[in-house]
């Protein structure tokens, strides 16, 4: 799902990021830069015979992942057997903040306890389904405790924990959270979740610790999107909206005095 990685990485670059790139199977690499604009990088890696990710891409990842400030793995990388492998392996082994979400979230659920032998700073994005499969608890209990929930998984697995949802709950290690109050129902789209992605690793990779960018990147994202919705309408709302409010947002709330 080639739409997906291109919000997270258009997402990223309007939150501030310098540079962003993004990797793709080597077959599908001339159609996603046909797809988004050319201030994406990217960097086409090993495929399998299906045209997935394959196992085999973790060498060329490596090799270059020192040079990348904060990397995020999921949005749209799909669910063959290779590429889950392939996302287990970079959770597990790479150095770098990786925020996990979508595609790889399914790979990592019953695998969890990879998170503790992780190597560098970890921010999960689940929704309450998404949490379901990690957990092995029912939706409704999950959404019945959404700050207990959050904050036990995080403290258990070491990480930052950001329940998606009405009044998105995000986690850290240490059992500090924070509850977003900002957002609405139209924001209930295709690809919302992808554009928080790209936001939480853009302000990771500005220098920010990974509970402060995830309860910013929830902040802002929701800001970005009652902004969209004050201008049109809730219902209709689309993700690329919300990319579109998210450095007026970020010049209103931190640079207010700035021309």
């Not at 890696?45 to 394959?54: I, K, W």
């Not at 608890?137 to 329940?163: M, P, Q, W």
């Not at 009405?166 to 139209?186: E, F, L, P, Q």
Request: proline share 4%.
């Amino acid at each position: 799902m080639l739409g997906a990685a291109a919000l997270s990485s258009l997402a990223a670059m309007r939150c501030g990021a310098g540079l962003v790139t993004a990797a793709i199977p080597r077959g599908l690499n001339l159609t996603f830069q046909k797809k988004i604009t050319p201030v994406v990088m990217t960097m086409p890696l090993a495929q399998s015979r299906t045209g997935a990710f394959s196992l085999k891409a973790f060498d060329q990842i490596k090799k270059e992942w020192d040079r990348f400030d904060a990397i995020a793995i999921g949005p749209g990388i799909g669910r063959d057997p290779a590429t889950r492998q392939l996302a287990r392996r970079i959770i597990r082994d790479c150095p770098k903040p990786l925020v996990i979400d979508a595609d790889a979230l399914f790979a990592l659920a019953g695998h969890t306890d990879i998170l503790l032998k992780a190597k560098g700073e970890r921010v999960l994005t689940p929704h309450s389904g998404e949490m379901s499969r990690l957990t092995g608890s029912s939706v409704g209990k999950i959404e019945s405790n959404r700050l207990t929930t959050a904050r036990d998984f995080a403290c258990r697995y070491h990480c930052v924990l950001l329940l998606k949802g009405h009044r998105t709950v995000v986690a850290s290690a240490r059992g500090k959270t924070y509850i977003n109050r900002t957002g609405n129902v139209g924001m209930a789209t295709a690809g919302s979740g992808d554009v928080l992605t790209g936001m939480i690793t853009s302000l990771l990779g500005q220098g920010n610790r990974p509970y402060e960018s995830a309860c910013w990147g929830a902040f802002l994202h929701g800001k970005a999107g009652d902004r969209m919705a004050r201008l049109k309408f809730k219902r209709g709302m689309i993700a690329t909206d919300i990319i579109e409010q998210v450095p007026l947002v970020i010049k209103k709330i931190f640079f207010k005095n700035q021309p």
